[in-house]
């Protein structure tokens, strides 16, 4: 696989992430979307690995088949979320009740380091700690006009953040507060009242 073919579907993947980050923000936000979710929690928990998986991979692949040569930022952003990897692959096999407050420090960080990343290619002309060596502003991948991998791991951190508030989503999410008192959601009738 070439460096472009390699870009452009990198690029693509990102945008799938970034509409399952929205989707979910959105299903989040919403009574009835919460309890949707609920359904999804393990599906959410696997994307979330997957998600991590191929953010890890690409940027291997890209420092060492594509010859990129990472950026200070870009170490950030490999030390947030390499360990994910891990972290959500245990979870998949093994289940965890603390994965929110075992992934959420990483990937909330990460979404801002990858979120400066990016507004320091978008605005070169400001000062930062890069060297001029490796510069933060170097655009190795420009993907429709604005997908560069600062933009790519934006999408992947934002999508895993999403995903596991998704897979840890209560039971009785989106519930009427009467209907929450000990009981379980798939012994609810609709139209069941408290």
Not at 6 to 24: E, I, K, N, R, Y
Not at 69 to 84: A, F, G, N, S
Not at 155 to 168: P, R
């Amino acid at each position: 696989m070439s460096v472009d073919q390699m870009s452009l579907f990198t690029a693509l993947l990102a945008l799938v992430a970034a509409a399952v980050a929205l989707v979910g923000v959105v299903l989040l936000t919403t009574a009835a979307g919460r309890v949707v979710l609920v359904g999804f929690r393990t599906d959410a928990r696997r994307l979330a690995f997957s998600v991590a998986g191929v953010s890890t991979a690409a940027s291997l692949w890209f420092s060492e088949v594509g010859g990129f040569i990472p950026c200070e930022l870009c170490w950030y952003q490999r030390i947030l979320m390499y360990p994910l990897v891990l972290v959500l692959g245990a979870a998949v096999w093994g289940g965890d009740d603390l994965l929110r407050w075992r992934v959420l420090p990483f990937s909330l960080l990460g979404v801002a380091v990858s979120g400066y990343h990016v507004q320091l290619q978008w605005f070169p002309d400001q000062a930062s700690s890069c060297e001029v060596s490796t510069p933060c502003t170097q655009q190795w991948v420009d993907e429709f006009g604005f997908v560069s991998i600062p933009v790519m791991a934006f999408f992947g951190f934002a999508a895993i953040t999403v995903l596991v508030l998704a897979a840890t989503v209560r039971e009785d999410a989106g519930l009427p507060d009467g209907l929450r008192a000990g009981r379980d959601v798939d012994s609810i009738t609709p139209g069941e009242g408290p």
